[in-house]
């Protein structure tokens, strides 16, 4: 029981209670049939597959380890947290600052028209399943093309108008990220569905410490060190061929 006491503690500033309607949500805006097209972006990685850069198991847990650390922890999971906290606090200012932010760290034309595609599928699928003034006021300015409708903020958004805590939203999103780029693999390269589990199993420990270390972060450690894999992104469309959008 200490133990499980000090589990809930340690993630106490982070975490409220994860009902179970709050994870099922998670599950269902997650699961592969859910359509917002996040399965057809590879962000850069069949540019190293093409390249053989990508051959084994262990090269892709280290271009995912790399994606994990280096992008996306750095980047999206960041913005996630800030726009749950600004969601909570109704500050649309916020919201509007870390929509520009998004699309200004991602280097790659690629990957920001991945993030503004998934993210307005998202809302267009999401919105029919609630009435949150909030997320609603936010489909209006992208529909009008007030703002772009990048994912990450998106995504913290919806977060927080379902009760789910920042910290399970940020794991869940960098699970399901990850999990995309691995199944995605596996058509690519191509792997074994066995290699595919293998592979997201041993991603598990660092996605958990991923998310662990996005609660520590704030705005000010936003930043982008996944250089080769924004230049992967730029160089996807001159593949001979691709499989993927990104």
């Not at 280097?107 to 399943?129: W, Y």
């Not at 910290?167 to 074994?192: E, K």
């Not at 598990?204 to 992104?233: F, H, K, Y």
């Amino acid at each position: 029981m200490k133990r499980q006491n000090d589990d809930l503690n340690s993630h106490s500033n982070t975490a409220a209670t994860l009902t179970d309607t709050s994870l099922l949500q998670l599950f269902q805006i997650h699961d592969s049939a859910f359509p917002i097209g996040s399965y057809t972006h590879s962000y850069g990685m069949e540019t190293y597959i093409q390249e053989d850069l990508i051959r084994t198991k262990e090269d892709l847990i280290s271009f995912c380890t790399s994606f994990l650390f280096q992008n996306l922890v750095r980047g999206d999971a960041i913005l996630i947290q800030e726009a749950y906290a600004a969601a909570e606090a109704q500050d649309m200012d916020k919201l509007l600052e870390l929509e520009q932010l998004c699309g200004a760290i991602k280097l790659a034309k690629e990957s920001r028209d991945a993030s503004v595609n998934v993210g307005r599928q998202f809302i267009r699928t999401v919105t029919p399943l609630g009435t949150d003034p909030l997320l609603a006021e936010w489909k209006e300015r992208i529909d009008a093309k007030a703002i772009k409708g990048h994912y990450a903020v998106l995504y913290g958004i919806y977060s927080a108008t379902t009760g789910v805590s920042a910290h399970h939203a940020v794991m869940t999103y960098l699970y399901a990220t990850l999990n995309g780029l691995i199944t995605n693999a596996v058509r690519a390269v191509p792997f074994g569905q066995n290699t595919g589990v293998q592979a997201m199993n041993k991603l598990i420990g660092p996605v958990a410490e991923a998310a662990q270390l996005t609660a520590r972060l704030t705005l000010d450690d936003v930043s982008n060190n996944a250089l080769g894999i924004e230049l992967a992104s730029m160089k996807h469309e001159y593949l001979f061929s691709r499989l993927f959008i990104s």
